[in-house]
């Protein structure tokens, strides 16, 4: 039973426009979200991450929204940039482990 | 170097062989994971340490995979008598002490069973 949901496995958005990858998640007790970004051949980087006490946190081109009642969190991404063609993972970490969603393959158009 | 290492990257093995991961966190990093991805699939927990000590090993799939950590510092995930749906990439990852921090990936040994 998947606890954290990536409902979409791609997306593509043009160059300068606005990228929004969306996470659902089944436990209400999580209390701290990750995003992480996967190159091919590369593990994944940490991108940037919320806590539940927030609603959102911003850093650079990449800001994180966080719905707790509707566990519903969204990665916005702004200008979109080529070198953002990836798969972004979607994480929550409840204790001792990062649980990751599948994963949305994200393709910047030129 | 200054992040996680993990060795070799690519290994080929023959169903009923047995084979061993290795990962060297970043220096000082008390929290260890090891996760697997299957292909086109999200990391899946495997196994956690802190320190020496292995805290949660639920994720491990069966018996024939074991991981240790004998001296806090450099882990190995070992497994036996691998068989095809072992084929993955395996992640090892690294923190610091502390709650609400993110992990540091290595980039993964990529196990293909023939």
């Known amino acids: 039973d998947q606890q954290v949901k990536q409902n979409s496995p791609s997306l593509s958005v043009q160059e300068g426009r606005i990228s929004i990858l969306n996470c659902d998640y089944t436990?209400?007790?999580?209390?701290?979200f990750l995003w992480y970004k996967k190159y091919p051949a590369e593990g994944p980087t940490f991108l940037i991450s919320i806590s539940s006490i927030k609603d959102k946190n911003e850093d650079g081109r990449f800001t994180v929204f966080l719905n707790k009642s509707a566990k519903h969190l969204s990665l916005h991404i702004v200008p979109s940039q080529p070198g953002d063609s990836a798969v972004y993972f979607c994480?929550?970490?409840?204790?001792?482990?990062?649980?990751f969603g599948k994963g949305t393959r994200l393709h910047i158009l030129p | 170097g200054a992040g996680v290492s993990q060795s070799p990257r690519y290994k080929v093995a023959k169903r009923g062989q047995d084979v061993a991961l290795r990962c060297d966190p970043i220096s000082g990093h008390v929290s260890l994971f090891w996760y697997q991805q299957a292909l086109g699939q999200g990391p899946e927990f495997l196994t956690y340490?802190?320190?020496?000590?292995?805290?949660?090993k639920s994720g491990l799939p069966s018996d024939r995979f074991f991981a240790e950590r004998p001296e806090g510092s450099v882990s190995t995930l070992k497994i036996q008598r691998t068989q095809q749906e072992d084929s993955a990439v395996y992640l090892c990852a690294s923190t610091r002490q502390g709650e609400y921090t993110e992990a540091f990936f290595g980039q993964g040994t990529r196990l293909t069973v023939v």
């Open positions: 994480a929550a970490s409840p204790d001792d482990k990062i649980i």
């Open positions: 340490f802190q320190n020496e000590a292995q805290l949660d």
């Open positions: 436990n209400s007790m999580f209390d701290y």
